[in-house]
């Protein structure tokens, strides 16, 4: 039963119980008074029962056969059914029943069967809600930091990227160019700022790897908070940095991207500048100030969240790579493919410890042993080590090329008779040695093989290694 009808039963049971008469419950079931009798006497003969529609439950005179219904659920399915995004919609398929299979169905009740048989569903394309989110209400609580790549110069220099910060609750901005958004054009841009207003409380940035990256097999286990180089040093200030997960939830900075990729190109045309440090020296003297007189305004709230630089806190130790190396039995290590050789400065060496190198934007090394700086020179990377100048590995390769056009020489061929003397004047005293050492630099010495063997002797650090194979008999 509906709900009118179930109100019904509820005015009529009033009526009779005497409480209420027949004229006032026509008047709260709003029908006139002689269909209020009718249903006050179908009331007192069956019941709520009595109240139901007369037609709830039977087939309608206008249904289609179900035959027909069958017959066009089947060839819907079969061939303008499919996937979500290529099945056919029901006024389209009604389209494509009538013109192909000569059976015309209304759509809407084309759609009801297609509901009820699972071949359509009411899902809508709807673009996501997004509500414009308030300002912070203090100055340094929030700030936007992002980069934009635009041609600023038009042709009078590369195409750059100028990393912007843009407070969330006053607007206020500043930012720097580059030749792409990295690690230390971050770095640049953030130590302006903190010179300028000081510490903020958090960035609010992308997904890029700069900032932020997901974590790894061993953080999901362990717990550990995946932080990038740049994440690290933000995290030794305090500062947080919160991902934002689509260029709408950061529409504040993208705007200010809009307003500088119009003004501040038509400005740099104006002023001829053409390169990356005369437009960095224009924005922080002349720009920056104008735009933000212009378009920053006051916070709801007059507080400054910005902090100052902790005293004992150096931004130039703060602000650097930092990477965990292990140091070899020789006290070597090896960063960026340099070897960096440290210096005895206690009687307890650092042989396969770890120690943190660190690395300055300018590039200087410093390498930290349990909070004890290192002493260290580099070592020149030796010859074997690369191979486009290691003189053994085309010989190696030479030797064991094989070709189509390779063939065996005959036995009474003059090569072989070279080859054996070489082999008898070089032959190792036993077909497998063992790995001595030596005080002195030996010269290593190749031997080829006429069935394709290769003897190696060769020098590496104080070890004697040789990779000599058995000979094969003939």
Same mark, same amino acid.
């Given at each position: ?139 340094? &609580? ?10 600023? %110069? &038009? ?63 061993? &953080? ?227 031997? %080829? ?13 104080? %070890? ?11």
């Amino acid at each position: 039963m509906s709900t009118r009808e179930l109100r019904r039963a509820g005015v009529l049971a009033r009526v009779a119980a005497e409480t209420l008469t027949l004229k006032s419950a026509a008047a709260l079931m709003e029908v006139s008074y002689r269909q209020a009798k009718r249903l006050y006497r179908r009331y007192r003969a069956d019941g709520t029962k009595g109240l139901k529609h007369r037609s709830a439950g039977r087939v309608s005179n206008r249904t289609r056969p179900r035959r027909l219904r069958t017959r066009v659920l089947t060839l819907v399915r079969a061939k303008y059914g499919g996937e979500v995004g290529e099945r056919f919609g029901p006024t389209l398929a009604a389209e494509h029943l009538a013109s192909e299979d000569g059976i015309t169905v209304d759509h809407e009740t084309l759609r009801r069967w297609m509901l009820a048989a699972g071949l359509w569903s009411r899902a809508r394309k709807r673009s996501p809600h997004r509500r414009r989110r308030e300002r912070m209400a203090h100055f340094g &609580e929030l700030v936007q930091l992002d980069g934009s790549f635009h041609p600023w %110069f &038009e042709g009078r220099a590369p195409q750059s990227c100028l990393l912007t910060l843009v407070d969330d609750a006053t607007g206020r901005s500043l930012g720097r160019f580059g030749a792409q958004e990295t690690i230390w054009a971050a770095v640049g841009v953030l130590r302006t700022w903190i010179a300028e207003f000081g510490i903020p409380r958090a960035l609010y940035t992308d997904w890029k790897n700069v900032y932020v990256r997901r974590p790894n097999q061993e &953080e999901r286990e362990t717990g550990a908070e995946p932080l990038t180089q740049f994440g690290r040093m933000c995290a030794a200030l305090g500062i947080k940095i919160i991902p934002a997960s689509s260029p709408q939830a950061k529409g504040r900075i993208e705007r200010n991207h809009g307003t500088n990729q119009d003004r501040l190109v038509k400005k740099l045309r104006r002023k001829k500048i053409a390169d990356v440090v005369s437009a960095n020296a224009f924005l922080a003297t002349e720009y920056w100030a104008d735009h933000n007189r212009r378009f920053a305004h006051a916070p709801a709230s007059a507080d400054d969240f910005h902090l100052a630089v902790p005293r004992g806190v150096s931004l130039k130790q703060v602000f650097r790579l930092e990477e965990t190396r292990t140091v070899s039995n020789d006290w070597v290590v090896r960063y960026n493919n340099r070897l960096l050789q440290l210096e005895r400065q206690s009687d307890r060496p650092p042989a396969r410890g770890t120690v943190r190198v660190f690395e300055d934007v300018a590039g200087q090394l410093e390498i930290r042993y349990r909070d004890r700086v290192m002493r260290w020179t580099e070592l020149t990377m030796p010859a074997a080590a690369n191979p486009a100048t290691n003189a053994v590995t085309p010989l190696v390769r030479q030797a064991t090329a094989v070709g189509p056009q390779c063939r065996r020489p005959c036995a009474d061929h003059p090569w072989r008779h070279v080859v054996d003397d070489f082999r008898e004047e070089h032959a190792p005293t036993a077909p497998w040695k063992t790995t001595e050492q030596f005080s002195t630099a030996t010269t290593g010495i190749i031997f %080829f093989g006429l069935e394709g063997d290769i003897s190696i002797e060769l020098r590496a650090g104080t %070890f004697l290694t040789s990779l000599d194979k058995p000979r094969r008999a003939r």
